[in-house]
């Protein structure tokens, strides 16, 4: 038996259900309202188990789901060497976001990484301590900072309302996710111009560490045929 | 092949105690250390890297990334002069990518502080690491560097304190130096998004643009924002590095040759590069002492940009020793780092030059022979 992992509720649910009864198979929810059950209609083999989008990447990781549909911006930071856990089996063109960074309108002096950088370290001369980035996605901004050489920062762990920060003095810039922008401009941030640090979308995700049988594999092989989508011959 | 932590401790105990037999006193270190020291030092990536923890009282520690930070620590705070100390323990890790490197391994180390003779403790520690791996039998490759005739140079260009600044900031930062300088010799063109900058800058006093700009937020203040608007119009009327300067640079970074070859090459250009003179001096003195501890230094490996890796504090005499595997880390590593003392030392500093051996990784090398 597939075991596949699909967001529990909202938007991400409605629109992975509608991607899947699209290419002629029926995700729905089963048995009483609230309550966590659902079925499959159209392939066989193949078990819905509902998840919350943020627990669907460690799930992958520890082999429990076989397939599963979350963020690209999930799987990526919460995954160490994502590519080697999982494989992106389709990309679904929907839960657009793009993880960014952000400063206050107010510097004049600052549109890209460059000044980013500058200005980090004027800060830390200026104040003794770094120049402090909240986020969420810790994994995701250092990695880029790093490989853009950016110095004399901190990350600032931010989990709700990241935009307030800069407000607030617990940080200086912020690095979230955003697909209109609108909450960065009530907050009077903008955005840096050169510092996209990734473009999420919601994607089908394959998990290596699952148990595949060869019945698993024979399902999987007419589950990709269904969705037109090309899948691991192993 | 299976790790033996009792061999790879064996190992690491017996490197320490050659060390020791050598001259060095054994120190200790602990292993939880408070966080913010290496936080500062390192910055972030330090984060990716070492193990964090919180205790109650203490607030943020760490996991021992390395013996370097407490044994200058102990050092600084009352160390007799001069000192050469020997060390041995594990060392802490985080591996991010899944290639197998362990993140809890053995290190065995020897630091010598002392303010006579630099040149002399550099040889020194080069060649007592060589001749205990030349002792387990191992065809392990050395590279030399030498990060203090590239600050040299970059402290010599004629350019702006500003630009200077900020290239010996990212000197452990080869992709960010490398655009630096292209930039500041003209070799890129000034991107899109600054020529814009500089426009908008051009439109009003910053103070002006501030309030333009929306509504004020944040710790930075207006006169910060107002300062660099100002730097970046001065920095924008700088003159491009002059071609000569700008290529003797680039030709320094990648600078590659037998350490003899190296120093006639450093001594040519020396004269249309006269800042560079002292370090290249330095480098010279280094070769005869490690000649005359035994050290072939008519093809003992020089890279001039070696050892200019992030999570780095050397800023002077770099080597490293590696096996045949590319895939492996260095089985040894080392260097000069003065300017740490200084920043650990609250005021006080002393030349120090240090190397550490990964002795779970010779251990297996080896086979386990002791």
Redesign the interface.
């Known amino acids: 038996m597939i075991k596949i992992g699909v967001p529990s509720k909202g938007r991400l649910m409605e629109k992975t259900f509608d991607w899947f009864g699209a290419r002629g198979i029926t995700l729905r929810l089963a048995g009483a309202e609230r309550e966590y059950a659902a079925a499959v209609d159209g392939v066989e083999g193949v078990e819905l188990v509902l998840l919350s989008a943020g627990e669907i990447p460690r799930e992958l990781a520890a082999g429990r789901i076989h397939l599963g549909v979350t963020g690209s911006d999930l799987v990526r930071e919460k995954l160490?060497?994502w590519s080697?856990?999982v494989t992106e089996l389709a990309p679904l063109g929907f839960g657009h976001a793009d993880l960014i960074l952000a400063v206050?309108?107010?510097?004049?002096?600052?549109?890209?990484l460059?000044?980013l950088?500058?200005?980090a370290?004027?800060?830390r001369a200026?104040?003794g301590f770094?120049?402090r980035i909240a986020t969420k996605y810790?994994?995701l901004v250092?990695?880029f900072?790093?490989?853009?050489?950016?110095?004399?920062?901190?990350?600032i762990d931010s989990q709700g309302a990241t935009e307030g920060t800069?407000?607030n003095?617990t940080a200086?810039a912020i690095a979230d996710i955003t697909s209109s922008g609108e909450t960065l401009r009530a907050?009077?941030?903008k955005i840096l111009?050169?510092a996209l640090i990734h473009s999420s979308q919601a994607v089908l995700f394959l998990s290596h560490a699952a148990d595949w049988s060869d019945a698993d594999r024979a399902t999987l092989a007419a589950l990709g045929d269904k969705l037109n989508v090309t899948v691991p011959k192993t | 092949m299976m790790r033996s932590a009792g061999q790879e401790r064996a190992t690491s105990d017996r490197l320490a105690a050659w060390f020791v037999a050598k001259g060095a006193t054994r120190v200790e270190a602990d292993i939880l250390l408070p966080a913010e020291t290496l936080?500062?030092l390192y910055?972030?990536?330090i984060?990716?890297r070492a193990y964090m923890t919180v205790d109650p009282v203490q607030g943020e520690m760490m996991l021992r990334p390395d013996f370097t930070v407490p044994v200058v620590q102990q050092h600084m705070a009352g160390g007799a002069e001069p000192a050469t100390y020997a060390y041995s323990g594990p060392v802490f890790r985080k591996q991010?990518?899944?290639g197998g490197r362990p993140s809890e391994y053995h290190q065995a180390g020897i630091e010598i502080f002392r303010r006579d003779h630099p040149e002399d403790s550099d040889a020194q520690v080069f060649a007592l690491i060589a001749e205990v791996l030349g002792e387990a039998g191992l065809p392990l490759r050395p590279v030399t560097g030498d990060i203090g005739i590239l600050m040299a140079a970059v402290r010599g260009l004629e350019t702006s304190t500003r630009r200077k600044q900020?290239l010996l900031?990212?000197i452990w930062?080869p992709?960010?130096?490398r655009?630096l300088l292209d930039r500041f010799s003209g070799r890129a063109p000034v991107?899109k998004?600054?020529k814009?900058?500089l426009d908008?800058?051009a439109q009003g006093s910053?103070v002006d643009?501030?309030a333009q700009?929306?509504?004020?937020?944040?710790?930075?203040s207006?006169a910060?924002?107002a300062?660099?608007?100002e730097a970046?119009i001065e920095d924008a009327q700088t003159p491009p590095l002059r071609a000569p300067e700008a290529a003797l640079l680039y030709d320094l970074l990648s600078l590659q040759a037998p350490s003899r070859a190296a120093l006639d090459h450093l001594h040519g250009i020396a004269p249309m590069l006269p800042a560079i003179l002292p370090a290249v001096d330095r480098f010279a003195a280094r070769l005869d002492a490690l000649a005359a501890r035994g050290i072939d230094t008519d093809t003992l490996p020089f890279e001039a940009s070696h050892g200019r890796t992030?999570l780095e504090y050397y800023d002077g005499f770099v080597f490293s020793f590696h096996a045949e595997d590319p895939a492996l880390p260095p089985v040894a590593s080392g260097g000069r780092y003065d300017a740490l003392t200084a920043v650990l030392g609250q005021g006080r500093s002393i030349p120090a030059v240090g190397g550490v051996i990964r002795a779970g990784l010779l251990a297996r090398l080896t086979g386990g022979q002791p």
């Open positions: 160490a060497d080697r856990q206050p309108v107010a510097w004049i002096d600052v549109d890209t460059d000044d950088d500058a200005a370290a004027a800060f200026t104040h770094r120049l810790h994994r250092r990695d900072l790093t490989s853009h050489g950016v110095a004399d920062y901190q990350l800069v407000k003095l200086e907050n009077h941030l111009s050169d | 936080l500062d910055g972030e990536d984060r990716a991010d990518s899944a900020a900031r990212h930062r992709k960010r130096f655009a991107p998004a600054r814009d900058l908008r800058l910053p643009l501030i700009a929306g509504t004020f937020t944040g710790l930075r207006e910060e924002i300062a660099r608007a970046l992030s």
